[in-house]
């Protein structure tokens, strides 16, 4: 995909819960998709780098099961992300995280619940061809959404999921991966 192409699906992803809002007639979308209380900066930090680190824990598992059965095919998104030009890698660390947990923690999880949310999240990726990133994808949206059941806390969410695709992409840029 192409930079316009995913500047397209991004500002999507994002305008999509701010108009879903509009059409149920509910005004007060910082309340609805869970902005509205004064944040906590400090709380936020530590409860996203918990986070961070269940979903670090949770890729490690899926790793050794996919290995396991012989599915382990996350070469597919190390060439992607070698391939990716600056410009895109910073999409992905920067509005694709809000735009996602938006959508899917703030908007949708609560009007379907945390395991459809994963579904859905997880089958969004089958586009990279991997089956390891649709696993991998369906392992950190439950991590996502169970903190954000726990926490009501979609800016830990979003920072937690910039800090994972920055550490992927670090990872794989540096050779390590």
């Avoid at 192409?5 to 991004?10: E, G, I, K, R, T």
């Avoid at 930090?45 to 986070?51: E, V």
């Amino acid at each position: 995909m192409g930079l316009e192409s995913a500047l397209l699906v991004v500002s999507a992803t994002l305008a999509a819960p701010f108009l879903l809002l509009r059409f149920e007639g509910k005004r007060n979308w910082r309340k609805e998709l869970f902005l509205d209380k004064k944040t906590d900066w400090v709380l936020t930090g530590l409860r996203a780098l918990k986070l961070l680190g269940a979903i670090f824990l949770g890729m490690l598992l899926v790793g050794y099961c996919l290995e396991a059965l012989g599915f382990l095919d996350t070469h597919k998104i190390a060439d992607i992300i070698r391939g990716s030009g600056l410009p895109m890698l910073l999409l992905t660390i920067t509005l694709v995280p809000i735009a996602e947990e938006l959508l899917f923690r703030a908007y949708l999880q609560p009007r379907v619940g945390v395991l459809f949310t994963s579904l859905l999240f997880a089958g969004l990726h089958y586009g990279y061809g991997s089956v390891a990133e649709i696993v991998a994808a369906f392992t950190a949206s439950i991590l996502l959404g169970l903190e954000m059941r726990k926490n009501k806390d979609v800016r830990a969410c979003i920072l937690a999921h910039a800090m994972y695709n920055l550490s992927s992409i670090i990872l794989v840029t540096s050779g390590l991966a």
